[in-house]
Antibody, heavy 116, light 113 residues
Framework: QVQLVESGGGVVQPGRSLRLSCAAS????????MHWVRQAPGKGLEWVAV????????NSADSVRGRFTISRDNSKNMLYLQMNSLRVEDTAVYYC?????????WGQGTLVTVSS | DIVMTQSPDSLAVSLGERATINCKSS????????????LAWYQQKPGQPPKLLIS???TRESGVPDRFSGSGSGTDFTLTISSLHAEDVAVYYC?????????FGQGTRVEIK
């Protein structure tokens, strides 16, 4: 079925790295812009990063620029978020979402906890 | 960056009554080339990801009950639930996809009175 499934979350110390993955299925992945969105515990939604259909264009929020890198592998229907130099304030549920006229497909999210 | 501001932060409505949520953008999200407002509304229930309800400010997604409607243009938008059902208890977010970063409002919590 049409779905996105995130993985790779966990508990990590400040300053360390983590890579999140998002597996897409049931649709033509390479035809869609893809996003990462995060939600800190009890807080609202924060857009994190976007990548174009073919991966040639990327953009990210000021809060993560220079630390997080979005990428994709269309041959594997996979989206990634490489997170370096993690901070306590990066603690959140991270969602991948399919772009378009709004984000009409979301994964269930993966929790990243940054704590010493 | 475009700042999205929702009001109120929370509201309590009796079952069967109308709920109205407002969303204001710091600059227009009406794209002149297609004359469309790049504005979406989402519903998020506890422990679940957001669900897209409305795109282009007023276009309901397939399967979304018609008690949900969106209106507005430019910088001022409204999500209306015409007759609140128990399953509508959730947090609602507006989002602009006019420009990057594609910012969200802070959310409005809807509860039963």
């Amino acid at each position: 079925q049409v779905q996105l499934v995130e993985s790779g979350g966990g508990v990590v110390q400040p300053g360390r790295s983590l890579r999140l993955s998002c597996a897409a299925s049931g649709f033509t992945f390479r035809s869609y812009v893809m996003h990462w969105v995060r939600q800190a515990p009890g807080k609202g939604l924060e857009w994190v990063a976007v990548i174009s259909y073919d991966g040639s264009n990327k953009n990210s929020a000021d809060s993560v620029r220079g630390r997080f890198t979005i990428s994709r592998d269309n041959s594997k229907n996979m989206l990634y978020l490489q997170m370096n130099s993690l901070r306590v304030e990066d603690t959140a549920v991270y969602y991948c979402a399919r772009g378009g006229d709004g984000y009409n497909l979301w994964g269930q999210g993966t929790l990243v906890t940054v704590s010493s | 960056d475009i700042v999205m501001t929702q009001s109120p932060d929370s509201l309590a409505v009796s079952l069967g009554e109308r709920a109205t949520i407002n969303c204001k953008s710091s600059q227009s999200v009406l794209y002149s080339s297609n004359n469309k407002n790049h504005l979406a509304w989402y519903q998020q229930k506890p422990g679940q990801p957001p669900k897209l309800l409305i795109s282009w400010a007023s276009t309901r997604e397939s399967g979304v009950p018609d008690r949900f409607s969106g209106s507005g243009s430019g910088t001022d938008f409204t999500l209306t639930i015409s007759s609140l059902h128990a399953e509508d208890v959730a947090v609602y977010y507006c989002q602009q996809y006019y420009s990057t970063p594609q910012t969200f409002g802070q959310g409005t919590r809807v509860e039963i009175k």
